[in-house]
């Protein structure tokens, strides 16, 4: 899996595009690099277009221990979002369940999109 990660100041949010398939080990690699970052821009939001990248080759358990890694994002992320893009129904499908996974074990708000335009709508609205 690869990958690269910008800021968009216009959203203040990282967004990581990543290519390839998804592994345990290049989301877990992409967490590392993004938390380095948030200390520079602390109140980002942060969008992850895994679009493509296919998520068929994870496992459920796969998909529990990269939710169980994704509890590191709540220092940066808390009260904030991350929003996950898939295009496919399977990988879309297997982003619902590391959805719920992640959700019971953090402290910010989660939206899987089928576009990455959506995301960004949904990243820019301010919270009711």
Request: net charge negative.
């Amino acid at each position: 899996m690869q990958y690269n990660i910008d800021f968009d100041s216009k959203l203040n949010s990282f967004i990581s595009e990543s290519s390839g398939p998804l592994t345990r080990d290049g989301i877990s690699t992409l967490l590392d690099d993004l938390i380095e970052r948030f200390a520079a821009h602390e109140s980002a939001s942060y969008i992850a277009n895994h679009g493509n990248s296919p998520a068929k080759d994870l496992s459920a358990d796969d998909i529990w221990k990269i939710a169980e890694d994704c509890k590191r994002l709540s220092p940066v992320l808390e009260d904030k979002k991350l929003a996950v893009v898939f295009y496919e129904d399977l990988d879309y499908g297997l982003g619902r369940m590391w959805q719920s996974f992640t959700e019971t074990k953090t402290s910010y708000k989660i939206e899987l999109f089928r576009s990455l335009e959506d995301a960004k709508v949904w990243i820019s609205k301010a919270e009711d």
